[in-house]
T-cell receptor, first 113, second 116 residues
Framework: QQQVKQSPQSLIVQKGGISIINCAYE??????FPWYQQFPGKGPALLIA?????SEKKEGRFTISFNKSAKQFSLHIMDSQPGDSATYFC????????????FGKGTLLTVNP | KAGVTQTPRYLIKTRGQQVTLSCSPI?????VSWYQQTPGQGLQFLFE???????NKGNFPGRFSGRQFSNSRSEMNVSTLELGDSALYLC???????????????FGSGTQLSVL
């Protein structure tokens, strides 16, 4: 019950297009859903995060949509740029002394110029 | 403010050896977590330390161990290395850990371990 399933594995988008990455979780104890961006040779960096009491969170070109009843959430990147080309990871986490993040397996995004 | 620093950046070992990886968290951060990243399994949680105490542990064999020092620096040790231990080992720090609201994890660039 700890899995986070992420799709697609890879995604190619044209510059200016919308990139959409989806995740589904099983653990209903999750109360924190971050997205991380990782460039080659670097560690993941927090991009945006949401808590289940809201259905959407937007920061610049990045938006998380959250559907608690379906146990799904997604990342939308508007006006995708070549600099957005990276691997994106969704994750679920729960608070308290058992805090840890359970990550999806990642989506390699390529934005063509 | 300096970020999370991991050393060494690359490491090559042979089966049966042991290895120690080091992590210096961001100044003021007291929580350090370790993750293993592989192409097939993605990122998997190893353990978290806070104030020198292990608070949580993932599903890894006992060959994987860690510790945290009074200055919050952390080390991870893998004994009796196996080929499958080849991975990028990432360290992450946060102020309190524990899933507090708006608590952010900051990752280092990792140590790439190759076991031959």
């Amino acid at each position: 019950q700890q899995q986070v399933k992420q799709s697609p594995q890879s995604l190619i988008v044209q510059k200016g297009g919308i990139s959409i990455i989806n995740c589904a979780y099983e653990n209903t104890a999750f109360d924190y859903f971050p997205w991380y961006q990782q460039f080659p040779g670097k560690g993941p960096a927090l991009l945006i995060a949401i808590r289940p009491d809201v259905s959407e969170k937007k920061e610049g070109r990045f938006t998380i949509s959250f559907n608690k009843s379906a146990k799904q959430f997604s990342l939308h990147i508007m006006d995708s740029q070549p600099g957005d080309s990276a691997t994106y990871f969704c994750a679920g986490g729960s608070g308290g002394s058992n805090y840890k993040l359970t990550f999806g397996k990642g989506t390699l995004l390529t934005v063509n110029p | 403010k300096a970020g999370v620093t991991q050393t060494p950046r690359y490491l090559i070992k042979t089966r049966g050896q042991q290895v120690t990886l080091s992590c210096s968290p961001i100044s003021g951060h007291r929580s350090v977590s370790w993750y293993q990243q592989t192409p097939g399994q993605g990122l998997q949680f190893l353990f978290e330390y806070f104030s020198e105490t292990q608070r949580n542990k993932g599903n890894f064999p006992g060959r994987f161990s860690g510790r945290q020092f009074s200055n919050s620096r952390s080390e991870m040790n893998v004994s009796t290395l196996e080929l499958g231990d080849s991975a990028l080992y990432l360290c992450a720090s946060s102020f309190r850990g524990g899933g507090y609201a708006n608590e952010k994890l900051f990752f280092g660039s990792g140590t790439q371990l190759s076991v031959l």
